[in-house]
């Protein structure tokens, strides 16, 4: 006989990592225990040599589908006392202050076992919206410390009923130590003004029903919820949320439905069903009759809609009871946190929704839905939250002083890494006022608290505006500041373990660069410890600022009037008239006179307003609501369509390969004004700028750079610029990356900050 002490670490709290230890030494024969330890699990077992190996093993390859086993460490236990017969779960533990990180789990979506009995009306549980069990449920939106205990999550308030509890104690049950198991008769309840339960429930049906607007209580916080097919009610909802353009994302009952109106590959159903239950971006199907099964509102213009499947008994209880397809998105106003507390959402909420369907469990953090998509088997994290943060993603240079990577000023996320590991921590939005600073300083003591990660250096953006860039000069550490296409590129690389050199292309907005200069069209050659730029677009004028951004049209005029100058004409007077002849006379007028005297005009190498620029010479978007409008549409007027490239042309400028758009948009002009179709048109510009980048790559490999490029920024997003560029590349023998897990957009900022901060420290990479 021997006694073995075992240590395991990785996501196996809240996960149902203790039921399965304990039936894996039931089955073997061994004695012992197991409990939750700090942020891990550790525990002894006693028995014949050869079980405790297949024990260990076990650990390491059969744990629970929501575990993630990191580490299994076995040592030899101190026999004090003689063991007692059986296997026990043991109460919790705090470790001790050397204890490693911990790693937090993220909330699950509604597993079929539960959802089979929720629909089950001679199950005890029958139509209860909280059903969960070891599998699914919340988790991360309801923990206020580890060890993960009922105690210490805001399921504390819920005493287990006599039967709830014998399942709980129960190791054959589903929901043996299952923290949030809950019933009709202990747990959490429906409420809608004073009504409870199902009559809460069926006012909110009523509601939904009649056109009108709901906001739910979700799992990470508030949601507004109506008929995503009733057009009225879904422009209603624009109109009071302050929306005018942006997508709603869709839920649907169940894989079945959303294949019925869209079209689904095999890894976009995977991912509609997975524990996470993220908004999968998909094509649409032609709606074949009058009747369209979604109001055009919902995603205005677009071929592409973003549907997911329920995360709660409670979505699943309104999509069967309704049986229709639901616009489900945050409950909050434009650039405002969603709303997790009761009466904050009342508040923020009350010219929006026309009823509150809300409950007594509170939210204890604001987390998101999360949002992928794909380009061909290519998986992409548009963002990261609900679901899928906190976990932990791997840092391919391990760091022992912990770091904080702060992130940028849109899509804003922050990272928190020590040793090999780095937490994105949930989807904040756009850090453009009090309210989203709160939010993202809240999320960080939270969850610097319970991953006992206490960063000694900050990460942080160039640019002196960004209010992340702010609050970390005001903190009294160490600060590391990371170039914002660095930044991008790195979290690429970092993601996929390259340590090495690489080339990196940035396609994005607008970052500050080094030299202190508005960049957005990158080719770096980098490490994750730094980089050199040996490429760039050129840069052009942002008549306005700020408003050249809101306002494409500007930017296309600063574009054609004051482009860089390399050489190329600029187009003729009447290629650019038809366009001028649309606009505002007064306005041309002003900003011809700006860009003449270079008033206001700061200068940008950027691709996304190079996209903005297309999209306002096609007469897609002179005016936009929210960042990246303009480029979608541009994307969806491209489609599949075929097309022959604009010409383009590479010089050398001061030292780097520039791609000089101006023939580009000459080119298009000329084309325009021959009646080419829009479509292909914007088809033509996608294969233009896949071609340029193709060839600043080409150049930049002749001088020496690596054959591993990897690709970051926003742009993209944008799934047939991507497919374009990686099929050139790829015909050039290069091997190419693109961000899976981490968002390739400023949702990624924060983990490429964490990145270059961990490869300066420890001066590798």
């Given at each position: 006989?021997?006694?073995r002490?075992?240590?395991?670490?990785?996501?196996?709290?809240?996960?149902?990592?203790?039921?399965?230890?304990h039936r894996?030494?039931?089955?073997?024969?061994?004695?012992?225990?197991?409990a939750?330890?700090?942020?891990h699990?550790?525990?002894e077992?006693?028995?014949?040599?050869?079980?405790?190996?297949?024990?260990?093993?076990?650990?390491?390859?059969g744990?629970?589908?929501l575990?993630?086993?990191?580490?299994v460490?076995?040592?030899r236990?101190?026999?004090?006392?003689?063991?007692?017969?059986?296997?026990?779960?043991?109460?919790?533990?705090?470790?001790?202050?050397?204890?490693?990180?911990?790693?937090?789990?993220p909330?699950?979506?509604?597993?079929?076992?539960?959802?089979?009995?929720?629909?089950?009306?001679?199950?005890?549980r029958?139509?209860?919206p909280?059903?969960?069990c070891?599998?699914?449920?919340?988790r991360a939106?309801?923990?206020?410390?580890?060890?993960y205990d009922?105690?210490?999550?805001?399921?504390?308030r819920?005493?287990?009923?006599?039967?709830?509890?014998a399942?709980?104690?129960?190791?054959?049950?589903r929901?043996f130590?299952?923290e949030p198991v809950?019933c009709?008769?202990?747990?959490?309840r429906?409420?809608?003004?004073?009504?409870?339960?199902?009559?809460?429930?069926?006012?909110?049906?009523?509601?939904?029903?009649?056109?009108?607007?709901?906001?739910?209580?979700?799992?990470?916080?508030?949601?507004?919820?109506?008929?995503?097919?009733?057009?009225?009610?879904?422009?209603?909802?624009?109109?009071?949320?302050?929306?005018?353009?942006?997508?709603?994302?869709?839920?649907?009952r169940?894989?079945?439905?959303?294949?019925?109106?869209?079209r689904?590959?095999?890894?976009?159903?995977?991912?509609?069903?997975?524990?996470?239950r993220?908004?999968?971006l998909?094509?649409r199907?032609?709606?074949?009759?009058?009747?369209?099964?979604?109001?055009?509102?919902?995603?205005?213009?677009?071929?592409r809609?973003?549907?997911?499947?329920p995360?709660?008994?409670?979505?699943a209880?309104?999509?069967?009871?309704?049986?229709?397809?639901?616009?489900?998105?945050?409950?909050n106003?434009?650039?405002?946190?969603?709303?997790?507390?009761?009466?904050?959402a009342?508040c923020?909420?009350?010219?929006?929704?026309?009823g509150?369907?809300?409950?007594?469990?509170?939210?204890?953090?604001?987390?998101?839905?999360?949002?992928?998509?794909?380009?061909?088997?290519?998986?992409?994290?548009?963002?990261r939250?609900?679901?899928?943060?906190?976990?932990?993603?791997?840092?391919?240079?391990?760091?022992?002083?912990?770091?904080?990577?702060?992130?940028?000023?849109?899509?804003?996320?922050?990272t928190?890494?020590?040793?090999?590991?780095?937490?994105?921590?949930?989807?904040?939005?756009?850090?453009?006022?009090?309210?989203t600073?709160?939010?993202?300083?809240?999320?960080?003591?939270?969850?610097?608290?319970?991953?006992?990660?206490?960063?000694?250096?900050?990460?942080?953006?160039?640019h002196?505006?960004?209010?992340s860039?702010?609050?970390?000069?005001?903190?009294?550490?160490?600060r590391?500041?990371?170039?914002?296409?660095?930044?991008?590129v790195?979290a690429?690389?970092?993601?996929?373990?390259?340590?090495?050199?690489?080339?990196?292309?940035?396609y994005d907005?607008?970052?500050?660069g080094?030299?202190?200069?508005l960049?957005?069209?990158?080719?770096l050659v980098?490490?994750?410890?730094?980089?050199?730029r040996?490429?760039?677009?050129?840069?052009?004028?942002?008549?306005?600022?700020?408003?050249?951004?809101?306002?494409?049209?500007r930017?296309?005029?600063?574009?054609?009037l004051?482009?860089?100058?390399?050489?190329?004409?600029?187009?003729?007077?009447w290629?650019?008239?038809?366009?001028?002849?649309?606009?505002?006379?007064?306005?041309?007028?002003?900003?011809?006179?700006m860009?003449?005297?270079?008033?206001?005009?700061?200068?940008?190498?950027?691709?996304?307003?190079?996209?903005?620029?297309?999209?306002?010479?096609?007469?897609?978007?002179?005016?936009?609501s929210y960042?990246g409008?303009?480029?979608?549409?541009?994307?969806?007027?491209?489609?599949?369509?075929?097309?022959?490239?604009?010409?383009?042309?590479?010089?050398?400028?001061?030292g780097?390969?520039?791609?000089?758009?101006?023939?580009?948009?000459?080119?298009?002009?000329?084309?325009?004004?021959d009646?080419?179709?829009?479509?292909?048109?914007?088809?033509?510009?996608?294969?233009?700028?896949?071609?340029?980048?193709?060839?600043?790559?080409?150049r930049a490999v002749?001088?020496g750079?690596?054959?591993?490029?990897?690709?970051?920024?926003?742009?993209?997003?944008?799934?047939?610029?991507?497919?374009?560029?990686?099929?050139?590349?790829?015909?050039?023998?290069?091997?190419?990356?693109?961000?899976?897990?981490?968002p390739?957009?400023d949702?990624g900022?924060?983990?490429?900050?964490?990145?270059v901060?961990?490869a300066?420290?420890?001066g590798?990479?």
């Open positions: 006989m021997t006694a002490r075992f240590h395991v670490e990785g996501i196996v709290q809240g996960v149902g990592f203790r039921p399965f230890v894996t030494a039931a089955e073997l024969g061994l004695d012992g225990w197991v939750n330890v700090n942020g699990v550790e525990g077992v006693t028995g014949p040599a050869h079980a405790i190996e297949q024990f260990a093993a076990r650990l390491r390859t744990a629970p589908p575990a993630r086993v990191r580490r460490r076995l040592t236990a101190e026999r004090e006392s003689p063991r007692a017969a059986g296997f026990r779960v043991l109460k919790s533990a705090l470790g001790g202050p050397d204890e490693a990180s911990r790693e937090i789990p909330d699950a979506a509604i597993c079929d076992s539960c959802l089979s009995e929720l629909r089950d009306p001679h199950d005890r029958y139509r209860y909280f059903i969960n070891t599998d699914c449920g919340p939106t309801i923990i206020d410390d580890l060890p009922r105690v210490r999550t805001t399921m504390r819920f005493p287990l009923c006599t039967a709830c509890a399942e709980y104690a129960d190791p054959t049950d929901r130590h299952a809950a009709p008769l202990c747990g959490p429906l409420a809608w003004e004073e009504m409870r339960g199902e009559r809460a429930l069926r006012a909110a049906v009523r509601t939904v029903r009649q056109g009108g607007i709901v906001a739910l209580k979700g799992l990470g916080g508030y949601q507004l919820v109506c008929d995503a097919g009733d057009a009225t009610a879904v422009a209603e909802l624009r109109r009071r949320k302050r929306r005018p353009a942006k997508p709603f994302a869709v839920m649907v169940d894989v079945e439905a959303a294949a019925r109106l869209t689904i590959g095999a890894g976009e159903r995977r991912a509609l069903a997975a524990p996470e993220p908004v999968v998909l094509g199907r032609r709606w074949q009759g009058r009747t369209a099964p979604l109001a055009p509102e919902v995603h205005p213009g677009l071929p809609v973003g549907l997911f499947l995360t709660t008994g409670l979505h209880l309104l999509l069967d009871e309704l049986a229709r397809p639901l616009v489900v998105t945050s409950g106003l434009s650039d405002e946190p969603i709303a997790i507390d009761d009466e904050e009342r923020a909420l009350a010219t929006v929704a026309d509150f369907l809300t409950h007594d469990r509170p939210i204890r953090s604001r987390y998101d839905d999360s949002v992928v998509q794909f380009t061909g088997r290519t998986r992409i994290t548009v963002r939250a609900r679901g899928l943060a906190p976990a932990p993603l791997p840092l391919p240079l391990p760091v022992r002083t912990p770091v904080a990577g702060v992130g940028a000023q849109l899509k804003h996320t922050f928190l890494a020590a040793e090999g590991r780095a937490h994105i921590g949930p989807h904040t939005g756009d850090l453009a006022g009090p309210a600073y709160d939010a993202f300083t809240a999320s960080y003591d939270h969850l610097r608290e319970l991953t006992g990660i206490e960063p000694a250096v900050l990460a942080h953006d160039l002196p505006g960004y209010l860039t702010q609050w970390a000069t005001e903190q009294p550490l160490r590391i500041p990371v170039q914002h296409h660095h930044a991008h790195a690429c690389a970092a993601e996929h373990g390259v340590r090495g050199r690489f080339l990196g292309i940035a907005g607008l970052g500050l080094d030299d202190g200069t960049w957005g069209g990158e080719v980098a490490d994750l410890s730094g980089y050199r040996v490429g760039r677009f050129a840069t052009a004028p942002l008549p306005g600022g700020d408003a050249a951004v809101r306002h494409p049209w930017t296309a005029l600063g574009h054609l004051g482009g860089e100058a390399l050489g190329s004409p600029r187009p003729y007077p290629l650019v008239r038809p366009f001028t002849d649309r606009l505002d006379p007064a306005e041309v007028t002003t900003l011809r006179a860009i003449a005297r270079d008033v206001n005009c700061p200068r940008a190498s950027s691709a996304g307003r190079l996209f903005d620029t297309a999209a306002a010479l096609l007469g897609l978007a002179d005016h936009v960042e409008e303009a480029a979608v549409l541009l994307e969806a007027t491209a489609g599949d369509e075929r097309a022959v490239p604009f010409a383009h042309r590479v010089v050398r400028a001061q780097l390969w520039v791609y000089d758009p101006t023939p580009t948009l000459a080119d298009l002009l000329r084309r325009q004004l009646g080419e179709p829009v479509a292909r048109l914007a088809a033509a510009f996608h294969l233009t700028l896949a071609n340029a980048t193709a060839e600043l790559v080409e002749a001088e750079a690596p054959g591993t490029v990897c690709l970051g920024g926003g742009c993209f997003v944008n799934r047939r610029l991507l497919t374009e560029v990686k099929r050139r590349l790829h015909a050039r023998g290069l091997r190419v990356l693109v961000g899976g897990q981490v390739v957009g949702g900022i924060s983990y490429g900050q964490a990145a901060a961990a300066r420290l420890t590798k990479g």
